[in-house]
């Protein structure tokens, strides 16, 4: 079978593949989990709804990428899949029931009327909610590092369950909020507007408070990661890191109270990026912190390089789809608009 080993790092591409999928994940469905989070303390019945609107077109969408980085994982790294699902199987299925109840609660809202439409928004809010706050759980799990013994997941079915974790899971939460917040204040107006701007001022101090809580921690519990990041000469190369989240902290700041509407949302992009960065490198080069390198769970060459031929054909198809569908459904949900979602 014809295989790309020789001519490409298949493995390396596959690692850069599948942390790119799960980027774009939390960064895309970040926003819309974090309009759920926020939906029960909106304003109004009127604002619901466009909060809703505002999410509807591209919701489902966003949760491609999560397919990418799952069955990513399963087929180029199948040794990683088979440790990391184990140890994570409780909260993966938790996230993924709210994840099912929010989608239900997208097409069951529309149609429903008076208290079952009460039952629909609750569905949304804690549908969202438990997926945000699941997925920080998982992150926090993965990072303080995975117990393997040979080729499998060597500890407990409740490992994952911890203080540190539960603190991440509240974390992701507040940071998807923060996503969300912003996100309405670029696509709405009126009084939908001035509430998420208020919102969006409110969970970027959480936000600033536990990035730095978790920023500190990792090093302090890991010596190998304080000793990345601590030492001469990485200390010079990192620090503009932390100083990068800090600055896009304060600008974000000055925005929302300045009034504008779209940058705050891209600089919230910023600020996911450059803490999943840094996370990246401090759990380089493993896949499974700090146990499995990528390489030693890479699959066969001709089956990373069969998948890569149709990742490269499927892959910019997906991108061509999703740009359009923003373009398409681009500008304001405003809150005279009487057409439903």
Sequence with gaps: MFSFEGFLDLPLIWYGLIATAIFLYVLLD?????????????????SRDRMMSSVAPFWDGNETWLVLGGGGLLAAFPLAYAVILPALYIPVIVMLLGLIFRGVAFEFRFKAHGGFRRVWDYSFHFGSLTAAFMQGVILGALVQGVEVAGRSYAGGAFDWL?????????????????????????????????????????????????????????????????????????????FPLPLASLVLLIIIRRDLHAGREYRPFFLSFGLFFT?????????????????????????????QSLMLVGTAVLLPVILAYMGYSYYIFRGKVRDDDEGAY
């Design 30 to 46: 970040g926003f819309d989990l974090g309009v759920g989070v926020l939906f029960p303390i909106a304003p109004s019945e009127q």
């Design 162 to 238: 911890n203080a540190y974790s539960l603190v991440t899971g509240v974390a992701v939460t507040a940071g998807y909020a923060l996503l969300g917040g912003t996100w309405l204040v670029m696509k709405t107006e009126g009084e939908t507007q001035a509430w998420a701007r208020e919102i969006a001022l409110y969970t970027l101090v959480y936000q600033a408070l536990f990035l730095a809580v978790v920023s500190i921690s990792m090093p302090v519990m890991n010596p190998d990661i304080r000793e990345l990041w601590f030492s001469v000469p990485n200390i010079f190369f990192l």
């Design 275 to 303: 803490g999943y960065i840094g996370l990246a490198i401090s759990i380089w080069p493993y896949i499974v912190p700090f146990a499995v390198t990528f390489r030693q769970a890479a699959a066969a060459p001709a089956s």
